[in-house]
Nanobody
């Protein structure tokens, strides 16, 4: 099992970024997929989650209306579209899944929102 994030970078406040998580070793369609983030000096927090069945989606209050999580079953990827970015969104963003009852994390991708 492997999760590989990409798409991070430096963006100005109000800008957008699209993160992608490429999964291997399991099908993203079969498991809940999540994005977490960890800012400087803070604990890792859940940003968004998409369920495996029924398409239930949940967001942290701080990103509702600005971020969108989606899944591409054909490409076996999960994306996080981030709009109207704020400096407080600065963090390392991690993809997460629990296939086979084991918690897996990607290596993370840095997102920096700064003028």
């Amino acid at each position: 099992v492997q999760l590989v994030e990409s798409g991070g970078g430096l963006v100005q406040p109000g800008g957008s970024l699209r993160l992608s998580c490429a999964a291997s070793g399991f099908a993203v369609s079969s498991y809940d997929m999540s994005w977490y983030r960890q800012g400087p000096g803070t604990e890792r927090e859940l940003v968004a989650r998409i369920s495996s069945k029924g398409g239930s989606i949940n967001y942290a209050d701080s990103v509702k209306g600005r971020f969108t999580i989606s899944r591409d079953n054909a490409k076996n990827t999960v994306a996080l579209q981030m709009n109207s970015l704020k400096p407080e969104d600065t963090a390392v963003y991690y993809c997460n899944a629990r296939p086979f009852f084991v918690n897996y994390w990607g290596q993370g991708t840095q997102v920096t929102v700064s003028a």
